[in-house]
Nanobody, 113 residues
């Protein structure tokens, strides 16, 4: 099973990034897919999830700024991040939940001027 994130990087406040998580080895269409983040000195927290039927759920701190989506044909989940803030700096992890739970290795997002 592989969950491989990409798209992280350095961006200025107010900028945008699009994270991708491509999976292999799982029945992707059955899984609830999510993005979590872990900032230094903080606990890992849920950013957004999208259910197998495409229903999204967002943490309050990203509502209106981030959009989660999935492409079942590509076994991939995305996180479009707009209006990025300094406090969005963290390692972002892809997560897959159904009968088992899987994690990606993470991708660094740094928001800095």
């Amino acid at each position: 099973v592989y969950l491989v994130e990409s798209g992280g990087g350095l961006v200025e406040p107010g900028g945008s990034l699009r994270l991708s998580c491509t999976t292999s080895g799982i029945a992707f269409t059955y899984y609830t897919m999510g993005w979590y983040r872990h900032a230094p000195g903080e606990q890992r927290e849920l950013v957004a999830q999208i259910t197998r039927d495409g229903s999204p759920n967002y943490a309050d701190f990203v509502k209106g700024r981030f959009t989660i989506s999935r492409d079942n044909a590509k076994d991939t989940v995305y996180l479009q991040m707009n209006s990025l803030k300094l406090e969005d700096t963290a390692v972002y992890y892809c997560n897959a939940q159904w009968m088992r739970e899987y994690w990606g290795q993470g991708t660094q997002v740094t928001v800095s001027s």
